[in-house]
């Protein structure tokens, strides 16, 4: 969910829409550094950048340290559906 520290923004939006859409099972929940840092996948939004792949964070790369099949999906969703 979003908080003082996550902006409830029209592209967020737009794919947690994308990802039930997809059938992903969605759970918002505070999560520390650590667990960031043993992610599979990480990816932010913005309306500038739309779905941006996070593939290090500090000196640590997330999983392979490339962007991962369900945020590359997400991104080509987003961009289906309102780029064009």
Known sequence: QADQFILKGITRQAVLELAEDKQLTLVERPFGLNEAYGAK????????????????????????????????????????????
């Open 41 to 84: 996948e990480a990816f932010i939004t913005s309306s500038s950048l739309s779905v941006m792949p996070v593939v290090k964070i500090d000196d640590k790369f997330i999983a392979s340290g490339k962007p991962g099949k369900l945020t590359l999906g997400l991104r080509e969703a987003y961009r289906n559906r309102y780029v064009g």
